[in-house]
């Protein structure tokens, strides 16, 4: 079963611009809704494995992206398309709200 990759500063640029669409979950350590949150992502990184790329972020070790991106509070989730981001949603939401976001972009 698939898991999140963990992307970085460094790699979020090559990351992103996939062909397939990419769900990045900006979260931190410290961070509650971002542990309840947690396994819901983990989930559609295995039921969207070869459809979709599942990647999370931590905002502790990387703060270009978040910054670039204005994140302000945690959990950010962010789908990106062609390296354009096309969706977010903050703060911790249903699993089904994800998905939906994300198949969206299918």
């Known amino acids: 079963m698939a898991k999140a990759i963990e992307i970085t500063d460094a790699n979020f640029a090559e990351v992103i611009n996939s062909d397939k669409p990419v769900l990045v979950d900006f979260w931190a350590e410290w961070c509650g809704p971002c542990k309840m949150i947690g396994p ?14 599942v990647a999370k972020m931590d905002v502790d070790m990387n703060a270009q992206v978040p910054a670039q991106f ?11 398309k062609n390296g354009k981001m096309v ?20």
């Not at 204005?70 to 990106?80: A, D, E, K, Q």
């Not at 969706?87 to 299918?106: R, T």
């Open 40 to 53: 819901a992502v983990e989930q559609l990184a295995g039921e969207y494995e070869g459809k979709a790329i």
């Open 87 to 106: 969706d977010k949603v903050i703060g911790a939401v249903a699993k089904s709200v994800l998905e939906q976001k994300l198949a969206a972009h299918l």
């Open 70 to 80: 204005g994140i302000r509070s945690i959990p950010t989730l962010m789908v990106f």
